[in-house]
């Protein structure tokens, strides 16, 4: 009987679990140069905790598609409107804290070929968090001394620059904070 309970109980924990969860689909653009170089955000997550890196991008609204997705979160938090979103890339199944809430969040990862701009945060949500733009070397990401995410982004890009992109997407890279 105990065990039994104890079963129930770990399956409401669960169920409770996954309903507060926010689940979304998310797209990420690896925005890189003729010079080899890719633009990153540094972000603050908002109720503390260290700086990361990472690839201009984020959720979809709706039923919006992973291009037109792109299309708005580069132009909201680049400034990036002028493009053809690239090949993807790159999967990830993330699941995170954020904000207060629990975020579990499907990702693609998209190339984007663009000719260096100055970025330019319109977004004033994201711009609350953004500590700043950096137009990082490829070959040097591999040696950053600072937290990029995904923790593969080197990789990831040396294959794509080297390689182009994927015949066959590699398995989703599952992610649990």
């Excluded at 493009?83 to 954020?98: M, Q, S």
């Excluded at 809430?101 to 319109?122: G, H, L, N, T």
Aim: charge should be negative; glycine fraction near 6%.
């Amino acid at each position: 009987m105990i065990s039994a309970l104890a079963e129930q109980d770990r399956i409401e924990i669960a169920l409770k679990l996954f309903l507060d969860t926010i689940h979304r689909r998310a797209v990420r653009a690896l925005i890189i140069t003729s010079a080899r170089e890719v633009l990153l955000m540094r972000i603050r997550p908002p109720h503390g905790g260290d700086c990361f890196w990472i690839a201009p991008g984020g959720g979809s609204e709706g039923d919006e598609t992973p291009e037109a997705t792109l299309q708005r979160e580069l132009a909201e938090e680049v400034g990036l409107t002028a493009f053809t979103p690239g090949p993807l890339v790159w999967r990830r199944h993330h699941t995170f804290n954020w904000g207060g809430r629990r975020i579990s969040q499907k990702e693609e990862y998209r190339i984007v070929r663009a000719d260096r701009f100055e970025p330019v945060m319109a977004d004033q949500v994201e711009a609350a968090v953004l500590d700043r733009f950096r137009w990082w070397p490829i070959a040097d990401l591999s040696s950053a001394r600072e937290r990029l995410t995904p923790l593969s982004l080197a990789g990831i890009l040396e294959r794509y620059l080297r390689d182009g992109a994927p015949a066959v997407l590699p398995d989703e890279e599952v992610l649990i904070d």
